[in-house]
């Protein structure tokens, strides 16, 4: 009887103890075993090799090539020889938050280390340092802000922010969900000081309002350069979001100069200065005036499972013009552009990666430059700054750009509004995973043509065919390879568009290997 006893007071010891671990751990338990960690990091780290045949003949741009090719970056493309290379970089995201604020506010800070294996050494400056001996002074900040999170329903960003053209708090989003929702980050995709509001009242609105300063210029004078945004997202079904956006941008910073104060070295910013002819973007004719302008971006977005998270079928797509006047002494132009993107994506295997994917972009463009007192193409964030919208979301590397960059971030069009000839473009991709998630197997095709023919030129601009292969042996680390080619069309017979040569340029062509690494 007593063994009895014994065995059954034992099983209840054990039951009691089994259920007391499946219970709910109360608030009051929660306090005890919080997470501790106030500082916490995430990094990414990329080795790139490359060999391509297009490469700046300007010695001063050994460092960093931004732009489109055959531009103001003077790039040139080759039939008898090839740049080869390869490039490192480092981005470091932290982000700090006493356990005493639990939350309610957090400091994040991002910074970047970039350099082409073997460029310089014993000095300072950017993207620079990895020659022998080393020790060379290269730090960039990307960001500095204070994020303020009083609830569930806000996040209130302040200070040196990440600025997308996208709804979702910027901190919180992947890469993969800003390159199909939203604008893509083909209309602004940069860093700028400022504040941002992020509310949802319930998990089906979304709201984001900001205003930020780009350029300050002389602070007793009125020659800044100020945004702002709205935008308003709807999910009509679990899959589905609907959206709606404003931006207003007001440009008094050429008040000293037409090529406007501030930006990208002695560039300038804005509508007229040299920075246009680096971006491929549109430079408004004003010669030395000054001007004021204000330009307002009106659009709508959609996306039902871009990513292909819950079902076989995808698509995102968007559209806005660009509208506005901008003044000088002697004249008035008016603004009136439009931009449209659609992206279909069907899963035929088992995972997301095994997917075809159509993607196709229009622009407007412009005939009379602005002589006509008229501009018919868009705007978007590269008129101000070096890259301000990056558009690499397309699965091209020559034609339209790709984002696996360290210091050359070039393409044949690097901007969507294309020097202002407008574009056409149409992607196909096939992707298909050879082993689920470890190794995947791509291939690209792209074809553009400008609805505005340059001077002396046609309007087909080329044809883009590529392939890769990625392969993850661990997860969030990537070994890839990509090999690319562009046939350049009759867009390029114009000296306005390759380079003010009497040819047409020899056809680009790329072939990269990748080692990506995202740490936690």
């Known amino acids: 009887m007593r063994r009895i006893l014994t065995r059954a007071l034992l099983v209840m010891v054990f039951a009691l103890t089994s259920f007391s671990q499946a219970l709910p751990i109360w608030p009051e338990g929660k306090e005890t075993i919080r997470d501790k960690n106030e500082l916490s990091f995430i990094g990414y780290y990329l080795t790139r090799y490359e060999a391509i045949n297009v490469a700046p003949t300007n010695e001063f741009l050994k460092g960093q090539v931004v732009g489109r090719f055959y531009g103001g970056n003077t790039t040139k493309s080759y039939s008898d020889k090839y740049a080869n290379y390869v490039e490192q970089r480092f981005l470091g995201m932290m982000s700090y938050s006493p356990r005493l604020f639990d939350g309610w506010a957090r400091m994040r800070m991002s910074f970047e280390l970039d350099w082409t294996w073997g460029d310089a050494n014993y000095g300072a400056g950017g993207n620079f340092g990895g020659a022998f001996g080393a020790d060379f002074v290269n730090l960039q900040t990307q960001n500095l802000f204070m994020e303020f999170h009083p609830n569930k329903k806000w996040y209130i960003n302040m200070g040196l922010l990440r600025f997308y053209d996208n709804t979702s708090v910027p901190y919180y989003t992947g890469t993969s969900e800003l390159l199909t929702t939203g604008y893509r980050l083909s209309l602004f995709a940069s860093d700028a000081t400022g504040l941002s509001g992020h509310y949802s009242p319930n998990t089906y609105q979304h709201f984001k309002a900001g205003a930020y300063q780009l350029y300050e210029n002389n602070v007793e004078q009125n020659d800044d350069v100020f945004l702002f945004e709205f935008d308003a997202e709807q999910d009509v079904s679990i899959k589905t979001t609907l959206g709606l956006t404003l931006y207003h941008l007001r440009d008094y910073g050429s008040s000293q100069s037409g090529a406007g104060e501030g930006g990208v070295s002695i560039l300038g910013q804005g509508l007229n200065s040299l920075l246009a002819p680096y971006n491929g973007v549109f430079q408004f004719n004003l010669g030395n005036e000054t001007y004021t302008a204000k330009l307002w971006w009106f659009g709508t977005h959609f996306d039902s499972d871009p990513m292909l998270e819950q079902g076989r079928f995808g698509a995102s797509g968007f559209a806005y013009t660009t509208r506005g006047l901008v003044k000088t002494a002697t004249r008035e132009i008016d603004v009136a552009g439009y931009a449209a993107n659609l992206r279909l994506a069907y899963k035929y295997g088992k995972t997301s990666r095994d997917n075809i994917v159509l993607d196709g972009i229009f622009s407007t463009g412009d005939t009379e430059n602005v002589d006509d007192g008229k501009y018919t193409g868009v705007l978007t964030g590269n008129n101000w700054t070096a890259p301000g919208a990056v558009f690499f979301g397309t699965g091209l590397y020559l034609l339209l750009p790709h984002g696996d960059v ?16 407008g574009l056409a473009a149409g992607v196909g991709r096939l992707s298909y995973d050879v082993v689920p998630y470890k190794l995947k197997v791509e291939g690209n095709l792209g074809y553009a043509i400008a609805p505005v023919a340059p001077f002396g030129g046609g309007n087909t601009m080329g044809f883009e065919a590529n392939i890769g292969v990625t392969y993850t042996p661990k997860v ?38 990748l080692l990506k690494w995202i740490m936690f």
């Open 476 to 513: 969030f680390f990537d070994i890839e390879m990509h090999a690319a080619h562009l046939s350049l069309g009759d867009f390029y017979d114009s000296p306005l568009t390759n380079g003010s040569i009497a040819e047409r340029p020899a056809d680009p062509w790329t072939v990269i290997l």
């Open 406 to 421: 360290v210091n050359r971030y070039y393409a044949s069009t690097i901007d969507i509004q294309n020097m202002g000839y």
